[in-house]
Nanobody
């Protein structure tokens, strides 16, 4: 079974930090692309960042100086580390995976991902 489970969401103040986890099963991280996406109420879902099987990455311009991604292959877990949070970062955060050929070497934020987690809420408010 191909599954992804997010955790770590919660409430943070502007300027604060949160780390989200995406634990996967049914595939290996070194041959898959894992992307983080978010959706605020009433807005379209947007890509945040992604990490490919070879650990190359892409970042949305809005987060590139504030967010980073890391991976623990032994734990089958990808981490989204968020710092200097802004109210605009509020939303439901999802991780998603692709395991087709390009995912081993590239990741993208504007392509279809086949497998999705359930999401975790992040709220940034004073």
């Amino acid at each position: 079974q191909l599954q992804l489970v997010e955790s770590g969401g919660g409430l943070a103040q502007p300027g604060g930090s949160l780390t989200l986890s995406c634990t996967v099963s049914g595939f290996t991280l070194d041959e898959s692309a894992v992307g983080w996406f978010r959706q605020a109420p009433g807005k379209e879902r947007e890509g945040v960042l992604c990490i490919a099987g070879d650990e190359s990455t892409n970042f949305a311009d809005s987060v590139k100086d504030r967010f980073t991604v890391s991976r623990d292959n032994a734990k089958n877990t990808v981490y989204l580390q968020m710092t200097n949070l802004k109210p605009e970062d509020t939303g439901v955060y999802y991780c998603a995976a692709e395991i087709i050929s390009w995912a081993k070497y590239y990741c993208y934020l504007r392509v279809h991902y086949d497998y999705w987690g359930q999401g975790t809420q992040v709220t940034v408010s004073s």
